[in-house]
């Protein structure tokens, strides 16, 4: 019992890590955006060196980790809100990270 609790507990926090993450690349493009001067700017997460591949692959893995185990408890919960929430938000890191290696 205990482990299904510590599974759902661990499912929870992957959604909200999910919701946490989109809002914080929503934050990042919007200030990049307007920084001040006027000037419209999209942001450049270019791989530059070994470092920051690995970052760049380290933070797709975590992603990844996260949009799943919140998968897991949006499935569970089988409210319509949670899961266009979810879809959202997956949506959101996958069209932020697509843009981040191609720009």
């Known amino acids: 019992m205990a482990n299904l ?3 759902r507990a661990l499912n929870f926090m992957g959604f909200v890590a999910t919701m946490l993450i989109a809002a ?3 934050v990042s493009v919007v200030v990049s955006l307007i920084n001040g001067d006027g000037a419209y700017n999209i942001p ?3 791989i530059n060196n070994v470092e ?3 970052s760049f692959f380290a933070n797709i893995l975590a ?5 799943v185990a919140g998968f897991y408890y949006v499935k569970s919960k089988r ?3 949670f899961m266009v929430a979810q879809i959202v938000g997956t949506l959101i890191i996958l069209t932020a990270v697509i843009l981040g290696a191609v720009l």
């Open 24 to 26: 914080a690349l929503i």
């Open 5 to 7: 609790e510590f599974k």
């Open 44 to 46: 450049n997460f270019q």
């Open 79 to 81: 409210n319509v809100w």
């Open 63 to 67: 992603y990844f980790i996260t949009i």
């Open 52 to 54: 920051s591949a690995f």
